[in-house]
């Protein structure tokens, strides 16, 4: 993290405080376009297509992209992105939660161009990923997991589960949907797809979720292993944590004291008190009883 250390220093002072706020505000006014000015929605939303006959600004406008209809169960996921997103904002600062969040801005938008470019070069016809911020949401929510793997969020605000678990199964989606896309990619042709789903996925659906996957993904992946030393628990952390927990789980129940001369522990006795001889050479240890009757040990003897 020394780079983004640096950064912050010469540029912290142009973090934006709050950011989650202006990302909800995004959606919201999204929501507004898309049910009211449908015309005007259409005209901010990603197409790399019109991208690249002038229209620039969909590059940046993309953002209030809303990820579905609104219902009740979007509201309670936005409530829980914003719980989120002040956290890690919290933890980390305002400038790298910041970094974090333009550099999932920036990798969408740049796959999404990538993407058309290349398919329109290698198969005459580009093709349009559709892009929101859904999946940057996610990745905010995996580096939370990584940071509090034991921070509980309630399921229908009733089921407790550790965000390690959730994580593990979010990814675990991710992971069987790029796949099994990929998988429909190398076994048929675009004909066979469409026969083999039944008309619901395609190969410009396949190819397109593929990539957004991985892109989702690229940021979290980046960000980890590079400001893996200040995040509370990594890999290596963990597993040091379980060797200890279970050492201490072997050693349950065994003494930590013991006399050496007439062999008693703390467990023989509540009351038993024990301590080192400064005089002797050597780590011993004796019960008060023979603390200053034993004779001393000295090297050579």
């Not at 062999?263 to 019960?287: I, M, P, Q, V």
């Amino acid at each position: 993290m020394g780079f983004v250390n640096k950064l912050e220093k010469k540029y912290g002072r142009y973090g934006i405080s709050n950011l989650i706020y202006y990302v909800l505000g995004a959606y919201a006014i999204g929501y507004v376009l898309f049910y009211a000015m449908p015309d005007v929605y259409d005209m901010l939303t990603m197409h790399p297509a019109l991208v690249c006959k002038g229209q620039v600004w969909r590059l940046f406008t993309w953002i209030i992209t809303i990820p579905q209809q609104l219902d009740v169960f979007v509201i309670f996921m936005f409530l829980f992105y914003f719980w989120i997103g002040t956290t890690l904002e919290n933890y980390w600062g305002t400038f790298k939660y910041n970094l974090y969040m333009l550099s999932g801005w920036f990798f969408m938008t740049v796959g999404a161009m990538l993407c058309y470019v290349i398919t329109d070069l290698t198969m005459g016809y580009g093709i349009n990923i559709i892009v929101t911020t859904s999946y940057i949401n996610l990745t905010s929510f995996l580096a939370s997991a990584a940071i509090f793997p034991n921070a509980q969020a309630l399921i229908f605000g009733l089921v407790p589960v550790k965000f390690k678990w959730l994580a593990i199964f979010d990814l675990v989606i991710l992971g069987y949907d790029f796949i099994y896309r990929f998988m429909l990619l190398v076994r048929y042709n675009p004909y066979e797809i469409i026969l083999k789903t039944g008309g619901e996925y395609t190969r410009e659906v396949c190819i397109a979720g593929c990539i957004s996957i991985a892109i989702s993904l690229l940021n979290f992946v980046i960000f980890y292993f590079g400001s893996r030393h200040g995040m509370r628990f990594t890999p290596k952390h963990i597993k040091r944590q379980t060797k200890y927990k279970s050492q201490v789980k072997v050693n349950k129940g065994a003494s930590k004291h013991k006399c050496a001369i007439c062999g008693r522990t703390e467990l023989d006795a509540e009351n038993l008190a024990f301590r080192y001889c400064s005089k002797c050479e050597g780590n011993y240890e004796y019960c008060t009883d023979h603390l200053f009757t034993h004779e001393h040990v000295k090297k050579g003897e």
